[in-house]
């Protein structure tokens, strides 16, 4: 398993990444990794420390056909959008917030069969421990419609505002600020 995970996270990062705002439509499932290369300062140590080398992801995502997740229509994955759909799921919310620049993400992906998806998702969020996905959460959350609200707002929303439907949560008793903090040590003690 570890060698089949190895293979699926050094065959995505052979690919050369794409800007996250000219994703092309394509078909398939599979793994993705968003980079962050700009200027805001909270992330300006991931910035740095590899400049244009993209090795290291902001955050790490899977896409599985509709029904994938329950096992159905496992043979539809050959027509199915998935992957690009949810890649820019991600751009439009990059978009919405108010602090970030589309087109300082670029991506990367690779379409699997569906039984490798996780494997290569756990895999490349073991390798890299992005930030979005260890401590900023909530970058990968969609609006979960009237009636649905749980919890509080996430810290992605807190620290990114912009998403129109993430007011509908009770702020978080943390501020950016506290987040931002969290983030640079937790970037420093990676990087």
């Known amino acids: 398993m570890e060698n089949l995970a190895h293979s699926i996270v050094t065959r995505m990062t052979e690919t050369d990444p794409v800007p996250l705002d000219d994703v092309p439509r394509f078909t398939g499932a599979g793994v993705y990794a968003i980079y962050y290369r700009g200027s805001l300062p909270v992330y300006n140590l991931l910035s740095l420390?590899?400049?244009?080398?993209?090795s290291v992801p902001i955050y790490v995502g899977k896409a599985v056909p509709k029904g994938?997740?329950?096992g159905l229509e496992v043979l539809a994955h050959t027509s199915t959008r998935a992957l690009a759909d949810r890649i820019r799921?991600?751009?439009n919310s990059i978009r919405a917030a108010d602090n970030l620049d589309i087109a300082d993400?670029?991506?990367r992906w690779l379409v699997v069969e569906d039984i490798w998806i996780p494997l290569g998702e756990s895999a490349l969020i073991r390798e890299h421990r992005p930030v979005w996905n260890a401590l900023v959460d909530g970058f990968g959350n969609h609006d979960p419609g009237s009636g649905r609200i749980n919890g509080v707002r996430s810290r992605w929303d807190t620290l990114h505002p912009g998403r129109s439907w993430a007011v509908k949560f009770p702020?978080?008793?943390?501020?950016?600020?506290d987040i931002e903090q969290d983030v640079t040590e937790y970037l420093r003690s990676r990087l």
């Open 49 to 54: 420390a590899y400049g244009d080398d993209f």
């Open 105 to 107: 993400f670029t991506v």
């Open 68 to 70: 994938g997740r329950r």
């Open 89 to 91: 799921q991600h751009a």
């Open 171 to 177: 702020a978080r008793s943390e501020t950016a600020a």
